[in-house]
Structures are given as C-alpha cells and as structure tokens.
C-alpha cells in the first residue's frame, strides 16, 4: 500500500527553521509531483508548495514565499519543507501529497496524502 509519511514537525520560537520531511513508500512516487498544505482547526486545508517530478518546477503561496522551500530527493523517495523566519502563524498541521500530474495548488487535483505533522511556532 501506497503511503506518504511527514516527520520534523515540533515547537519553535518565531524567527526560527524547521525542516519537514515526507517519505513515500513506492518507488513509482518519484514520478508524481509533490506537495505541502496546512490546516488549522476550523479552516480548510492551505496550500503551501509545490515541487514538479523532476524538481525543475516549484510553486509556492505568497505567505511563504521567500522563507520557505521545497526540495525533493528521487533517488531517496523523499520530499523536504524548509521553513525559516517562522511566523507564529505557520502554525499548523503540515501535509505532504502527492499528485500524477502537477504542481498544483488545489488539493482536489492530489491524489495521496500523508497524516500531518504539527507545527507549533511560539511568539
């Protein structure tokens, strides 16, 4: 079976780094593209960034921009979130995806997703 599975979440001051990362069970994920969304309770789930297959192609939200940035590692099934200059606003439960096609910033277009790993940026 198919999973995604994110770790590096955990409580930082603001101003701090966090990087997040997300493995895939299957080889053949190396040739979706990834994705990290973010939710807080009582909000939908937020798109953060997004990496091509190939790691050629990224995307992010503006609210990231320029702090945060995707990288991937096909040979390791592996996807990375750096974080910096956190906010205490990035607090959340972060979700990594996976979609065929890709990059996208609209989680109906993903097709598999992780449990979430928390965030916790402290003021």
């Known amino acids: 079976q198919v999973q995604l599975v994110e770790s590096g979440g955990g409580l930082v001051q603001a101003g701090g780094s966090l990087r997040l990362s997300c493995a895939a069970s299957?080889?053949?994920?190396?040739?979706?593209?990834k994705g990290w969304f973010r939710q807080t309770p009582g909000k939908e789930r937020e798109f953060v960034a997004a990496?091509?297959?190939?790691?050629?192609?990224?995307v992010y939200a503006d609210s990231v921009k320029g702090r945060f940035t995707i990288s991937r590692d096909n040979a390791k099934n592996m996807v990375y979130l750096q974080m910096n200059s956190l906010k205490p606003e990035d607090t959340a439960v972060y979700y990594c995806?996976?979609?065929?096609?890709?990059?996208?910033?609209?989680?109906?277009?993903?097709?598999?997703w992780g449990q979430g790993t928390q965030v916790t940026v402290s003021s």
């Open positions: 299957a080889r053949t994920f190396s040739r979706y593209a």
């Open positions: 990496i091509s297959w190939s790691g050629g192609n990224t």
């Open positions: 995806a996976a979609d065929e096609s890709g990059p996208s910033r609209y989680n109906s277009y993903y097709d598999y």
